[in-house]
């Protein structure tokens, strides 16, 4: 029995109509696959396995106390100081994770990018989302030690925090694409990512309040995309007030972030199969 077969032509498209969604949600099952492997891949031959999820937090958050609040007398805006910075370190540890993650996931599917047809932002994509596991456990680690603590969230919390962790992962999905596509062409950018996030870190109000830094430098860091988000999750749980700015420009740069970087991402990807 004979059949027929049908020849496929894949041309690069331009513009806004490079963005098909349609063509990723064809494609949920690999990147499915991808996180799973990802996943696996993180804790494969440890031996502790899944407990790093909570004891990388936990120990920073421990070095954290000791420095800043035990030594540099820190103030945390009458919240215990474990619980201020850990409630911080939530977005920020995902935000760092998945960029760092993003900007490499492209370089490191050299083999799959290589033989196989598939679109490419699948692979950052899938990257991103694989560390959403340890923001779960990050975030039941701050309820159990604001229970400790003889704290309670506000019900509205329940509410408030999904949509700060979309302005989170918005952000860092944007940076993960324009930095992943920029890495495929000049590698230095996986050697800086690592100082870079440091830097940004430092920038961003973790270890300290918003409201620490002087009001003439305050609009300074509120330009950091994840100012607003970290101040938001203190907002949210601690029921404190709302920085109403900072938060605004924090959804609006973004949306900026992801818009441009998954432009810069499409313009590039036509060559990534020749340099990665």
Avoid at 52 to 62: E, F, G, K
């Amino acid at each position: 029995m004979n059949s027929e077969s049908e020849a496929v032509e894949i041309r690069p498209s331009s513009g806004w109509r490079s963005l098909d969604l349609r063509e990723l949600w064809r494609y949920r099952e690999l990147l499915y696959f991808l996180v799973w492997r990802d996943l696996k891949l993180r804790f494969k031959q440890t031996v502790l396995g899944v407990l790093w999820l909570a004891l990388r937090p936990l120990i920073t958050m421990a070095l954290f106390t000791v420095v800043f609040s035990r030594m540099a007398r820190m103030p945390s805006e009458g919240a215990p100081y474990p619980v201020f910075v850990l409630i911080g370190m939530i977005p920020w540890n995902f935000f760092s994770a998945a960029v760092s993650s993003g900007a490499a996931s492209l370089v490191g599917s050299a083999p799959l990018i290589t033989k196989v047809y598939f679109p490419r932002l699948i692979v950052p994509a899938a990257a991103t989302v694989s560390g959403i596991a340890e923001v779960f456990v990050s975030f039941l680690m701050a309820l159990g030690l604001m229970a400790w603590y003889g704290q309670t969230p506000p019900l509205v919390a329940i509410a408030y925090v999904p949509l700060l962790f979309i302005v989170c992962y918005t952000t860092a999905f944007g940076v993960s694409l324009f930095l992943g596509a920029l890495n495929v062409r000049f590698r230095d950018i996986g050697n800086a990512v690592p100082f870079l996030l440091q830097l940004w870190m430092y920038a961003t109000p973790v270890v300290y309040p918003l409201q620490l830094v002087p009001q003439r430098f305050r609009w300074l860091v509120e330009l950091n995309p994840m100012s607003g988000v970290v101040e938001g999750f203190r907002s949210a749980l601690l029921g404190s007030p709302w920085n109403v700015r900072a938060l605004g420009l924090s959804v609006a740069l973004g949306v900026g972030c992801l818009v441009a970087g998954a432009l810069f991402f499409k313009f590039d990807e036509r060559s990534f199969a020749d340099n990665v």
